[in-house]
Structures are given as structure tokens and as C-alpha cells.
């Protein structure tokens, strides 16, 4: 019987189980939504328990699909929502909280307080990433703080901290190990990725004990094996770990300097591989550790689009212009250019590289003629426009002789052929799909496969990578500029003080 791999793909709504085997095909899939918890305005919770019992079932329904007998599984893969933040009892793994989601804002206080301090540039040059409450260290600090006792169980070494791998790992060995990989330790706040340590002066300022904290270790190893999980037996080895954009990223099989892969959902996620160097930001982008392979280290740059697929939910949801996401693009194509229209989707304010929270979403350039077919076709053309923004802050970043030469693109709305078009037009660089766009349980299992050597090699996964289909750019040069002029008039429109009503 060919051996194969269990991709576990743990995500903010629901779960993902993919059996590759090894020849990357897929060769079955299972997917479970959770609840999700909204205890006030601006808090978002999952219980791990719903988190874990959607894992379980998944791995169960996934082989079913595939036919396949889990004592042939040969590795275990784990991606997963990156800055969920857990905390468990270490005997029992009973969580003394629900997850504080990667969503949740109710640290922002807490992290203005640390910015008022002067503290951003230390964090920053430590951990690559600004103090926001979208990373784990204040919703940990939080989670010491307010649940019961929590503060001096940790002290005493009976508390556990982790994101969402590091609690399916535990629940996976029954206990028995506590551990991340540096991708997920790197999106803490507490992470040094320069040298690949929990940083004891960061720990400090948010008053961590390091004794809640897991071992980090590499994206590929066999950390142990399965024990007492209905459904598989005992001894399946876990061999990968990796973040959700960082397994994409390898999923994409970017190995190069310069590789990018984005990935289009609710938001949108462009990470391009920088190779041992960890480039520092000057746009606002973030510096994060991409995987780590024995004892090589590769960084990335990373931008985030707040809103992608959100936006077309928007045209759905609050407008009524249609009445199912995948519409948007045949009313997108009744039109042969949105004549002017142009839509900047800061429905949540905009990430980077302007990181403006009070910027508001706005359509320029309407006319008597402007139909809901330019208003659909300019949503389109927004998301494609953020992305371009952030492609360019990573190449002025990146510098010295890093040039992108193609995009590869994965997720939801890479489907959209209008779409994928006008990105590449706008970047002029080639714009790759592969064959399966779930990248990031790929990625997963790529890693998996590597540490148990079913693959030989990442060139062995690069030569597996198949390609869906390619677009070239057809936009000439004055028209690009023509576009991005009017783009930058319509963001500017939309952060300045006069459209927000200031004096």
C-alpha cells in the first residue's frame, strides 16, 4: 500500500483535513466549520474543545474520502490560524479559557500603553512586528491576568501557552509534548527571530514566566507521534509545523530569493521569500520567519490586505447588487472597463503600507452612467490595487537586485479569472494558480513529507508543483499609470482629514 500524509489545515472557522499521497495528489478531503464566540463588540473566542472535535472528525472523514487505512499514514503536517493565543493545564490539557482569537481586539489599550512607553522600536527590531493587538503576547498577558489564578499557575510551571499547533500537538501525543516551530513562535511578540530564542527582556515587558511557554523548534522534524486519538493509532509520526501564510508560501514552493505567493480570502496575504536575510521593514510591512529546515533559517516579508473577499461579501450582504459571491465576476465582465470608477475597500481602515485605522472605504469617479457592473468591476480592481501597493513596499524593501517576476496566487478568489487579469496587469508579472489551490494544507504536508523523507528534497516538491494556468500582462505602460495615478488620488481621498469631517 503507497504511503501517504495527513494534512491538518486548522483555520479561524473551520478545519481542514487533506490525505496527500506521494506523488502530492490528493487523494481525499474533509472539512468541519466550529462556532465562533463574540462575548462583546471588538472580543472573538474559540473553545478548543470545538477546535479539537472539528480536527478529529475531519481526520476521520478525510480518510473515509480517500479509501485509506490510517496505519499507512506515514507524517502528520500542521498549519494553522498563527496568533490564536491558548493557555491549558498541563496535566489533562483542560484549557482554563477559551482561545483569545487572532481577531480579537481587546489588548488594544495594552499595546498603545507599550507604544506610549517608547517600547515599538524594541519589539519591532526583536520580533519584526509592530505592537498591535493582533499578535499572541498581550492576549497571553491578558489571559494570566484574568483568568482564575492563572498568574501563579503559570509561575508554578501547571499552565501551558500556546497557539493552536502547539495545543493540537499536545492533544495529538496526549499530553505528552508541549512544543511549537519557529513560524508560529515568530507572531508572538515574545519571539527573538534573529536569534531563534524566546527573548527574556520581551517576556519582561509583557510579564510572561518563561515556564508557560513551548519548546520551539523547526518547521520539519518528527517532534513525536500520536497516542490515544480515536481514529488513528498510536505511532503516526507529527513531522511539520508551519503557520498558515508560511505554508502557503511553501506550498507555492517559493524557495527562491524573491519567490511570492498571495493569498486571496476574507483579506488578502503577500508574502515574498528573502532567504537568510531578515529584511526590516521601512513601509510597515512585517518581518516574519518563513520555515526553518535544520539549521537553515528563511525570513519573508509580509503585507496584509484587511479586506479582499470581504469586499465582494459587502457587495452582497449590504448593496444587494448580487446575490452570491461567485457572481460578482460575469457582472464584473458586462462592462469593459469600470470607466473611471474606482473603489478603495478600507471597509476595516487600511493595513500596509499606509496603516491608517481611520481611513473609510470610498468610490470615486461615479457618473449618470455608472452601473452596478463598473461598481462590481472597480471591487475587483481595488483588491488588485492594494496588493500592487504592497508588492511594490516588499521589492523597495527587499532592495538590492530582488525583483519579482511572478506572482503565484492561491485561495478563494484566486478563481477569479477578471481578477488574476488586472494583477497581473497592474504588477506586469506573470500571475501562476496551481492545479489545487488549498496551498496551505499542502504546505503542511510538504513539510510532513520531508521530515520523514517521503520527499527527498524541496526540489522533489518543486518538480511535483503543477500549474493550473498563467496570466501574462496586456496593460501598456501609460495605461498602468494612468490606473495607479487614479488610484492614489482615490486613497489619498480616503485618509484625508476633510472626508472624515475634521477641521
Not at 472539512?31 to 473566542?45: A, D, I, K, Y
Not at 470545538?50 to 475531519?58: F, K, L, M, Q, R
Not at 499530553?175 to 508560529?184: A, E
Request: net charge neutral; charged share 25%; glycine share 8%.
Amino acid at each position: 500500500m503507497p504511503r501517504f500524509l495527513l494534512a491538518i489545515d486548522q483555520g479561524t472557522t473551520g478545519s481542514t483535513v487533506l490525505v496527500v499521497s506521494e506523488d502530492t495528489i490528493v487523494r481525499g478531503r474533509a472539512s468541519r466549520e466550529f462556532p465562533q464566540h463574540f462575548p462583546s463588540p471588538g472580543l472573538v473566542e474559540h473553545d478548543p474543545e470545538e477546535i479539537w472535535a472539528s480536527v478529529t472528525d475531519s481526520v476521520a472523514e478525510a480518510l473515509r474520502s480517500a479509501s485509506l487505512s490510517a496505519s499507512d499514514c506515514a507524517g502528520i503536517g500542521i498549519t494553522n490560524q498563527r496568533e490564536t493565543t491558548l493557555l491549558w493545564e498541563r496535566k489533562g490539557s483542560r484549557p482554563v479559557h477559551k482561545a483569545i482569537v487572532w481577531q480579537d481586539r481587546r489588548t488594544s489599550a495594552r499595546c498603545a500603553e507599550l507604544k506610549r512607553q517608547g517600547l515599538e522600536p524594541l519589539f519591532r527590531q526583536r520580533t519584526g512586528l509592530v505592537l498591535d493587538p493582533y499578535f499572541s503576547g498581550t492576549k497571553l498577558e491578558w489571559l494570566l491576568d484574568h483568568a482564575p489564578d492563572a498568574r501563579a499557575r503559570a509561575e508554578k510551571g501547571e499552565l501551558a501557552f500556546g497557539t493552536v499547533d502547539s495545543y493540537l500537538v499536545n492533544r495529538l501525543t496526549a499530553g505528552q509534548l508541549h512544543i511549537t516551530d519557529v513560524t508560529n513562535a515568530s507572531r508572538t511578540l515574545l519571539f527573538d527571530i534573529h536569534r531563534c530564542v524566546w527573548d527574556d527582556e520581551l517576556l519582561a515587558k509583557l510579564r510572561v514566566p518563561r515556564q508557560v511557554l513551548p519548546e520551539v523548534r523547526s518547521s520539519a522534524e518528527v517532534y513525536g507521534a500520536t497516542r490515544g486519538v480515536s481514529g488513528l493509532p498510536d505511532g503516526i509520526p507529527i513531522a511539520g509545523i508551519a503557520g498558515d501564510q508560511q505554508a502557503a508560501l511553501f506550498g507555492q514552493a517559493c524557495f527562491d530569493v524573491g519567490d511570492a505567493k498571495c493569498t486571496y480570502g476574507t483579506g488578502a496575504f503577500l508574502l515574498m521569500n528573502t532567504g537568510t536575510r531578515a529584511v526590516a521593514s521601512e513601509h510597515g510591512l512585517v518581518t516574519t520567519i518563513a520555515w526553518r529546515i535544520g539549521r537553515d533559517t528563511v525570513y519573508a516579508l509580509e503585507g496584509s490586505s484587511f479586506v479582499a473577499g470581504s469586499a465582494v461579501q459587502w457587495l452582497r450582504d449590504q448593496l444587494g447588487i448580487i446575490k452570491q459571491a461567485s457572481e460578482v465576476e460575469a457582472l464584473a465582465r458586462k462592462v469593459d472597463s469600470s470607466e473611471g470608477v474606482v473603489f478603495v475597500p478600507a471597509l476595516t481602515g487600511l493595513g500596509a503600507p499606509y496603516w491608517d485605522p481611520e481611513a473609510r472605504g470610498l468610490i470615486t469617479g461615479i457618473t449618470r452612467g455608472t452601473s452596478a457592473a463598473h461598481i462590481a468591476r472597480a471591487t475587483l480592481e481595488g483588491v488588485a490595487f492594494q496588493i500592487t501597493d504592497l508588492a511594490r513596499a516588499m521589492l523597495d524593501d527587499a532592495k538590492r537586485g530582488v525583483s519579482m517576476t511572478r506572482l503565484r496566487v492561491d485561495g478563494g478568489a484566486s478563481q477569479n479569472e477578471l481578477l488574476m487579469q488586472f494583477q497581473s496587469d497592474l504588477l506586469d508579472v506573470e500571475i501562476d494558480r496551481p492545479t489545487h489551490i488549498e496551498t496551505t494544507a499542502l504546505g503542511a504536508a510538504y513539510l510532513a513529507g520531508l521530515a520523514t523523507r517521503v520527499f527527498a528534497s524541496p526540489d522533489a516538491i518543486r518538480g511535483a508543483h503543477k500549474l493550473d494556468k498563467t496570466w501574462k500582462p496586456r496593460m501598456s505602460s501609460d495605461e498602468r499609470t494612468r490606473h495607479l495615478a487614479r488610484w492614489r488620488e482615490a486613497v489619498s481621498r480616503a485618509r484625508s482629514r476633510a472626508y472624515h469631517g475634521e477641521s
